[in-house]
């Protein structure tokens, strides 16, 4: 799954979604985690905190759940 979030929460509420916590029950699921825009790089900070958060994996009352693992990606035109 491609995620595409300049903050810590809304990265966290996309890889959350209900529909990824049933699809993580069912197949493997990776995280590709944007590095670079068209228009900038994306800092690196916010590269490190997104993969420690996939690292970490969701933990929610209805279980936890580790991600398959992580790549990155960017975007050109």
């Known amino acids: 799954m491609q995620v595409y979030r300049d903050d810590k929460n809304s990265f966290l509420a996309e890889i959350e979604k209900p529909a990824i916590q049933y699809a993580m029950t069912k197949i493997p699921v990776s995280i590709r985690i944007s590095t670079v825009t068209t228009i900038s790089p994306v800092d690196i ?20 759940h580790n991600f398959a693992g992580f790549s990155f990606f960017y975007w050109e035109s």
């Open 45 to 64: 900070k916010r590269i490190q905190e997104q993969v420690q958060i996939v690292r970490d994996g969701i933990h929610s009352s209805k279980g936890d």
